[in-house]
C-alpha cells in the first residue's frame, strides 16, 4: 500500500485560508478545534468538519416544478432534479 498523501495543498499561501475554512466549518457545526494537533476529537466530530466543508464547496443545486401525473389524469406531482458540480 502506498504512503502518499493526496490532500496536498498545491498553493503554499492557501494553507492558512484553508485553516480558516476549517475552524468556520467546525464552529458552525458546534465542534472545538483548537490550533495545530487534534487528534482527540472523534470519528464522527472530524467527519461532520469535512462534510460541513465539502457541502459549502460543492453546493448541490435543486429544481422544483409541477407537472401533470401521468397514470392519474387530473393530479399533479412534484418533479424535483439536483445538480452537483463535481470537480
Known amino acids: 500500500m502506498s504512503n502518499s498523501n493526496s ?17 468556520e466549518a467546525a464552529n458552525e457545526v458546534g465542534v472545538n478545534l483548537k490550533q495545530g494537533y487534534n487528534g482527540d476529537l472523534t470519528s464522527k466530530q472530524a467527519g461532520s468538519v469535512g462534510g460541513q466543508m465539502v457541502k459549502k464547496m ?29 470537480l
Do not use: W
Not at 499561501?13 to 480558516?20: F, G, Q, S, T, V
Not at 448541490?60 to 463535481?86: C, W
Open 7 to 23: 490532500n496536498k495543498i498545491m498553493v503554499p499561501n492557501a494553507r492558512e485560508a484553508m485553516n480558516k475554512f476549517k475552524m
Open 58 to 86: 460543492i453546493p448541490i443545486k435543486t429544481a422544483n416544478f409541477q407537472r401533470a401525473d401521468r397514470t392519474a389524469a387530473g393530479h399533479q406531482v412534484t418533479v424535483t432534479y439536483q445538480a452537483e458540480l463535481r
